[in-house]
Every structure is written in C-alpha cells, then in structure tokens.
C-alpha cells in the first residue's frame, strides 16, 4: 500500500480537516446506526470506510494527530492485517463490550477540546459513561454533529427493501396478542407510550420482516405503542398497501422514517414513556421534552421474544431438521470431492450456501460463513475473501461455521473437519473442546439462574489443562430473527437480573481453543431451555436443562479417546442416534450413506 495515497490515510486526513473547522480535537465513531444494530446498514459503516477494518465489531477514534482501533482478541490477527499502512494504531481489549475508548479519549485529548460523536447512533447508556469520563477530564463532549455527512461524498443511502408479514403458521402468536402483551408489562410500568428503536424487537412485535440489513431478516424503523394504537415510523414505500392495511386493523398507523424524532418531541407532560437505556440512542432521547416522565426499564419484547413458545419451537426443530439435511448434502459432496478436485474456503461457502438453498422454507444466511482451514481457523471472525483464501488440502483441521435463516428458525452451527492426518496435539485440542460442550450441554439448573453463571461450566475441562478462548460460550438466538439476540448471555458478562435463563430461550453452546497461526476448534450447538426432572421432584424448586436442537453429526475421527469419560461417549452416541432418525428421511443417496457412517457409535 502506498502510504502517501493510501484511500484510508487520505480520508482520516478529511476527517482531521472536518474537526479544525469545528474546533474539536477528536471523532469517535462506534460500530452502530441508529437502532443500535450488530449488523449495519451501508449508510453507517463508517467505521468500516475510514479505517478498512471489515470485522464486525471496533471502535474508531481519529484525532488531530493519531488514529486508533479498538478491537478484541476475535479480530487482533485481521485488524492487524487490515490496518497495515493507514497509520492506525490497533489497541487491543480483553472484549467487545470493553471500554477502553473511553478511557484512551479521556488521556489523549487535552482539557478544554472537544470530542465529537453522532448522537444519533450512540446508545444512551454509552453516552452517558462517556460523557462522565469526559467532563472528569475537563472535555467537551458534542453529540450533535454528524461529521461523515462531510468527508464522505459517495455515503449510501437508506435502504429501500420492501416489509412483508411473517405470517400464520410461522408466526403463531398474532400481532394483536403481542401488543396486548407489551401493553401489560408497559401497566406494570404505568407507562402510556412506549418507544421501540430495535429492529428485531420491532419485527417481532408486528409480525414483520424485511432485508435492510445482511443476514437478519429485520427493516429500519422505530415505534411508538400507546395504549390503544401504535405509529410504525419507517421508509416511505416500503410497506406493501396489503400489508399497511393488515397492521391498520391492527390499530398500527404509518409515519416517515425521519419523524420518529418529532413524534417524541410531541408527547405531553401527561406522558409515561418507557424506554430502553440499552436499546435507545442519545439522540432520539433528547428529544423527550423534560416534562414528560420517562421510565427506564428493558424493552418488555426483548425478553416476550426471547422466550419461543410450543409452536415456535416445534417449527425450529423443523428448520434445523431442513438446516442438518443440508449439512450432510454438503459433507457427503465435500468428501467425495476432497482430493479430486481443487476446493477452497471459497467454495465450502459456496456449495455449502447452495445445499441450504435447495431446502424448504429456506431465506437466506444468518452471518457470514466462517470457513477456516489450519491457522485460518484461529481467528474467529475469519472470512475468506477472493484476495485471501485457503486451499484445502494436506493434513490439518477445517473449522466450519455457518447458519440459515428459515421461515421456522435461525440456525447456527460449528463444526470441525479432519483433513489429511491429524496430530496428536490437535486431537487433544478437539476432545477438550467437545468436553466442554457436552458438559454444558448436560447440565442442570434452577430456572433463573443468570446465565453468565454457567460460562464456566464449558470452560472447566479446558481450565483444568490451562486453556481458554476470548469470546463467549453462548448468544441468545432469534426466531427467523438475528442470529445474536440477548437477553441472555452464556459469558463472562457481569451478570443482570434479566440475563436469567427461562422455558423456551434458545441459546448457543459454542466452547473454543485456538492457536494462533496453527489451527483453532470450535464446536457449536443450539440448545432450547426445557423443563428438567430433578431426583428430588422439585423439591428445591423448578430445573431446567438443555434440548439440543442442532441436528449434524460431530466428527469422531478427531476424538482422543483416553480423554474422553464413558459417560461423555454415551451422551454423544446418543445424539447421534437421534440424528441419524431425524435426518435419514431427508436425504437420499451420497448424503444418506454419509449420514450413517458419521453417526456410528463410539
């Protein structure tokens, strides 16, 4: 890259220009948009454009004189790579939700100069500890310019996609119970108007879906719900008339996108708003006027759709049945092809996207594939791309990560592929990661418990020989939603009162070792919360424990057996067993016979 004309250097110098003419010292400029999404739409990939980073979670500050990137250890090898030759400086965090930044701006920029942030993509929660840690340091703190709308020319627009309904039978509850329901938790609250931003919570609420955003089946839009009726801010167009007709049944009335602002600027001091700190930016909340009383609590959908009912559950066990299927199209077609014919991590995602593909009630992807072979592998968030990719072949581990979005579910799965010979070492890296899945999976516990409090479950047999990894051990999932969905957290997360885990949450179960520039073991399931039978019937209260609802055989031929308890074979054996039934009468062929001999007994 040549550092004099490099696209990234040239556009921090843009940035640097922007702030002397506001008289400010510093940009920060998070991963976010204004509902405070994982995934973001083109228009607030800011981030992404000034630095070159691509990973999908840092966070950027540009000063007058230096540029930084704060990122945790599931981006550190990428980063670095990435950022070669911009002038940006890599600070690695112990994890995403680290807040470094804040404490680097409040050293770096001297007192009395301004820090910049768009307001409206900083959540309020953020805002508020940055500001604490600015004013400390004697450092103004702006939140009302958007500085990208000057040094980016080419900036994309808002997405136009249309909104469909999620409909009957896929979306049992219909959306006039699920705004009865949030209406009861806002009584509980005494609250009169609740503001939803979230797209997730906003799509699960009205029965929609869209494809503003990659992978997750949401649109942009905010909400108001009042006591008896509902605004749906969102793009003009975008809403089909049928469908504006159904949700006006409904009590649910259409307003621009760009009005939500207003609307909350409107409200009366006879208003109770309820709002999410977590799940709100600072931008929309400064417009409730000071009169208005505002209640802070946790969006009541975030924690309604976390929960899947019967049905709901019933139609995931179906996607992941459709999910396995392809799963064993694709493993049948890899095996046969390996050796005979040149495949990359380029084409596992192809051929693997294509057998999702052919099944029913298929959508789309849920993230990005991960396809890593050998050191690859050891990153985390890896993706091949055209200019950097594996080939496959010689000996060494392929790790594989993947997931759809059906009608009836999102899935998400990691599995761990021998090629060639495997070492000993890396034997004994992969039975001590599916130690650690099976022994989460297995386990029992009171219902309530707080989820990070389990963490360390999947983690003990990996302690006991002094390994760990640096992301999570589980996410929340949606149903035919994000594949990240809270409130639950499987981590080392300070655990909150809603973090506790409840009948119907789906969670992933994802444990991990890996070595930098070797290889790196991942091994990932899905799990439903289930009711438990306890040896003292429920004597010490109400136990939950795990279904697992992943359907794909886990590779035996990586095991080292002297690791691995009779009691741990047993419970594997079991779960193959269960997917050889659930998954023979969906394939044929190649895929059948594939199936049957990676399911034998150990």
């Not at 990719?389 to 990560?401: F, R």
Request: aromatic residues 6%; hydrophobic residues 45%; charged residues 20%.
């Amino acid at each position: 890259m040549d550092t004099r004309t490099s696209p990234i250097r040239l556009r921090l110098e843009r940035v640097r220009d922007a702030l002397k003419q506001h008289q400010l010292a510093a940009l920060l400029v998070p991963s976010s948009d204004p509902h405070l999404s994982e995934y973001l739409p083109g228009r607030w990939q800011g981030r992404e454009w000034l630095s070159g980073f691509t990973g999908s979670m840092a966070t950027l500050v540009v000063t007058t004189e230096r540029a930084a990137l704060f990122a945790d250890s599931r981006y550190w090898v990428q980063a670095e790579a990435e950022l070669a030759g911009t002038g940006i400086e890599l600070v690695k965090i112990p994890s995403g939700a680290a807040t470094h930044h804040v404490e680097w701006l409040a050293s770096q920029v001297p007192a009395g100069q301004g820090v910049a942030v768009d307001g409206a993509v900083l959540g309020l929660a953020a805002a508020q500890q940055l500001r604490t840690a600015l004013t400390r340091a004697g450092v103004p703190l702006r939140t009302d310019l958007d500085l990208l709308e000057d040094v980016w020319p080419d900036r994309p627009a808002l997405p136009e996609a249309p909104v469909y309904e999620h409909a009957a039978p896929h979306a049992p509850l219909a959306r006039s119970a699920k705004l009865a329901e949030v209406r009861r938790a806002m009584a509980v609250h005494g609250a009169t108007q609740h503001f939803v931003s979230t797209v997730d919570d906003i799509a699960w609420i009205l029965n929609l879906r869209g494809s503003d955003v990659s992978y997750n089946p949401v649109f942009l839009a905010h909400a108001l719900i009042g006591l008896h009726g509902a605004t749906l801010f969102v793009g003009v167009g975008k809403v089909p008339a049928a469908v504006q007709a159904a949700l006006a049944a409904d009590g649910v009335q259409l307003a621009p996108y760009t009005e939500a602002a207003a609307a909350l600027a409107r409200l009366g001091a006879e208003a109770t708003l309820l709002i999410d700190p977590r799940r709100i930016t600072l931008g929309l909340r400064e417009n409730v006027p000071a009169a208005v009383k505002v209640v802070e609590a946790i969006n009541p959908s975030t924690l309604l759709k976390s929960r899947k009912s019967p049905a709901e559950a019933a139609f995931v066990r179906d996607a992941m049945a459709q999910d396995g299927a392809a799963m064993c199209e694709f493993y049948a077609w890899f095996e046969q092809a390996l050796g005979k014919e040149r495949i990359t991590e380029l084409t596992i995602d192809e051929q693997l996207s294509a057998a999702r593909a052919r099944r029913p009630g298929f959508v789309g992807l849920s993230f990005n594939t991960i396809a890593g072979f050998n050191a690859n592998g050891a990153m985390p968030h890896y993706r091949a791309t055209p200019e950097s990719h594996a080939v496959i072949e010689g000996d060494g581990l392929l790790l594989i990560d993947s997931g759809g979005q059906y009608l009836g579910g999102t899935t998400d799965i990691t599995r761990v592929w021998p090629i060639g010979t495997v070492s000993a070492a890396q034997r004994r890296d992969y039975t001590l990661v599916l130690k650690g899945t099976l022994a989460l999976s297995r386990a029992r516990f009171p219902r309530g418990t707080l989820s990070p409090m389990l963490d360390a479950i999947a983690r003990a047999p990996l302690w006991e020989h002094g390994l760990d990894y640096g992301h999570g051990t589980g996410h929340g999932v949606g149903y035919f939603l994000n594949v990240h969905e809270g409130p639950q957290s499987i981590s080392k997360a300070i655990p909150e009162p809603q973090m506790a885990m409840e009948p119907g949450m789906v969670t992933s179960i994802e444990p991990g070792l890996y070595r930098g520039g070797q290889w790196g073991v991942r091994i990932e399931n899905l799990v439903l919360n289930v009711a438990a039978d306890t040896p003292e019937n429920g004597a010490f209260g109400e136990f939950l424990g795990f279904e697992t609802l992943t359907l794909c055989p886990i590779d035996t031929r990586c095991i080292d057996h002297s690791l691995l308890r009779a009691d741990e074979a047993a419970w594997l054996n079991d779960y193959h067993r269960v997917v050889r039934e659930r998954l023979s009468p969906l394939v044929s062929g190649e895929a059948l016979a594939w199936l049957v001999a990676r399911t034998e007994p150990v």
